[in-house]
């Protein structure tokens, strides 16, 4: 009989542990300039230009911006919202929503590079480390440092600054709902706990976003970044390394011709990472922590200048742009495709039709309710009575009078309101008033009638408002 084979035993397989959580390696943008880097800044400063002014414009003897919760107003230039008007920021919502589709599919990641308050905010505060604590390599070695009376003076200087700018921007946030002078003129005598939490809470918002978070928000945070692929087609403008021009890779000196050494232009210098203020390397591809800021595009730009090689190694380019080698004629008219047609089409009609309902808004709303507690009664001998209330929303700047008809059944009549009512400017009334009518006017039943309300001044500023007249059986 055969000996049994030896059995050995299976060493388990290592466990390796996989963590579910990525640390975060700080990353420290290099400062770039060129083209995108300029136009970048032009948006930071339009934007913002808009978000820190806008609440100290004024407008007739009041804030021209102001979104009044309390007393339930939106004021925007001449224009004064009520409730009614929610319509107006469904269309809002809806113009910015297919902005976002249209400019998305043209090309790419534009709001994000450019517009986002977290890339705003993100380029303002490394613009104030930048000043405070030095370029990329001297933060990187204060941050490999031992703490010193210098780091610590710039840490606290840094922070003091992002602190101010932060606390600014909470200001200005809660200038938009409350007026901003009063606002700013209450601070030093403090200020209600809603402002004050709305301060804190916008303006730590923006502190931690900015100067903490960064990256992490576009990265982990931000839904944009994960459905967006959604609009992109072949068409569409992303920025990206051209690969067959860049490889193979190396670096080289100026001198010498790429091609005879087998090389492709790309220097492997790194500083398409360096200026990255995600940290990625977009030469490994179209990533989704790419939030399209064409920093990339500059610092690669300005290497290309000093190698004497032609620029656009990194650029804006179409997929269809690379394979097919288009130029950007091509890209272009490639650009004009259905989809971006379509969504043209579409946004152009909304924002007419949004045009064209603004400025043929009547500025009367009339709301009419009917007495629940007294549905009828007899006035007077042969007389019927419905109470009704009336509400007179005069959303125009000018104080207005205003007379109130009813019509529907023979003689009837409005009693119980000294007319005309008068209603200040953006402001209403509530009008409790009666209909009388002969109880011989019509049968009994309940009977359509309407109610006019007519500015004095103006017969065009008039509303009709339909309601219902009960005549109670004998
Ligand atoms: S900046 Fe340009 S040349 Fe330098 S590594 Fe990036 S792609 Fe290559
Ligand atoms: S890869 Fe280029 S465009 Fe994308 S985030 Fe980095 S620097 Fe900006």
Redesign the pocket.
Known sequence: MNAPDKVVPIEPAPVEEVSLYEIRKKIHPRAVTGWFATLRWAAVAFTQLIFYGLPWLMWNDRQAVLFEIGARKFYIGGLVFWPQDVIYLTVLLLIAAYSLFLFTTVAGRLWCGYACPQTVYTEIFLWVERKVEGERAARIRLDAAPMSAAKFGKRAAKHAIWIAIALWTGVTFVGYFTPIRELVRGIPFGLGGWETFWILFYGFATYGNAGWMREQVCKYMCPYARFQSAMFDKDTLIIA?DTVR?EP?GARRKKIDPRAQGLG?????????QVCPTGID??KGLQYECIGCAA?ID??DQ??GKMGYPKG??RYVSEHGLEQGYDRAAMLRRALRPRVLVYTAILIAIIAAAGFSLASRNPLKVDVLRDRGALAREAGPGVIENVYRVQIMNTDETPRRFTIEASGLPGLEVVGVEQPVAVDAAGSRLVPLRLTVGAEAAPPGTHKIELRVRAVDDAKVARDERTTFILPRP
Do not use: E, Q
Not at 265 to 273: L, N, Q, T
């Open positions: 390394y860049g890779r232009d790309c220097v492997d210098c790194g500083i398409c990472v977009i030469r990339c610092g690669c290497v290309m190694l990194i």
